[in-house]
């Protein structure tokens, strides 16, 4: 989120993980996305995007 601050719902947020899935190796993230349309289950959402 910090790399991309024009993300602004969590869908976009997905999006940009896919494609950063693409050329990353590994992925972290420890702070819940502050969207209003993040979901209970974003951490898993967040990893089954990038695998």
């Known amino acids: 989120m910090m790399q991309h601050p024009e ?3 969590f ?3 997905l ?3 896919k494609e950063r899935s ?6 972290r993230i420890d702070v819940k ?5 993040t ?3 974003w951490e898993d959402r967040l ?3 990038f695998t």
Not at 33 to 37: G, Q, T, Y
């Open 33 to 37: 996305p502050p969207f209003s349309d």
């Open 47 to 49: 990893e089954a995007t």
């Open 15 to 17: 999006e940009v993980v």
């Open 22 to 27: 693409k050329t990353e190796m590994f992925f």
């Open 11 to 13: 869908d976009r947020l």
């Open 39 to 41: 979901p209970d289950n």
């Open 7 to 9: 993300v602004d719902s």
